[in-house]
């Protein structure tokens, strides 16, 4: 079964940091766009930053533009998601997504593979 894993999730203080990472089950990432979503309690789902097979990112919102950072290790099949300077605001559970051909869509694309997130909980 073709699945999207992340990990990396927990407890964090307010002000700290955390990186999430996402990998692949039954293919690889090779000529496909990762993006990071996330869906705080209550709220809908939102993406957050897209990264393409060149390395090339897009950002869903701009908000969190200077404190997250997307990233990936090809040879490695891996994405990750580093976020610096947390918030309360920022507890969410996080998941990752692909499209095959290695552009990044538009946030409300048709991704073709989900993770099942990861919870992060900002809390003191």
């Known amino acids: 079964q073709k699945q999207l894993v992340e990990s990396g999730g927990g407890l964090v203080q307010p002000g700290g940091s955390m990186k999430l990472s996402c990998k692949p089950s039954g293919f690889t990432l090779e000529n496909v766009a990762v993006a990071w979503f996330r869906q705080a309690p209550g709220k809908e789902r939102v993406g957050i930053q897209c990264?393409?097979?060149?390395?090339?990112?897009?950002y869903y919102t701009e908000a969190e533009r200077e404190r997250f950072t997307i990233s990936r290790d090809n040879p490695i099949n891996t994405v990750y998601l580093l976020m610096h300077r947390l918030k309360p605001e920022d507890t969410a559970v996080y998941y990752c997504?692909?499209?095959?051909?290695?552009?990044?869509?538009?946030?409300?694309?048709?991704?073709?593979?989900w993770g099942q997130g990861t919870q992060v909980t900002v809390s003191s």
């Open positions: 997504a692909a499209m095959a051909g290695g552009v990044c869509p538009t946030e409300n694309g048709q991704w073709e593979y």
């Open positions: 990264i393409e097979w060149a390395h090339n990112a897009r």
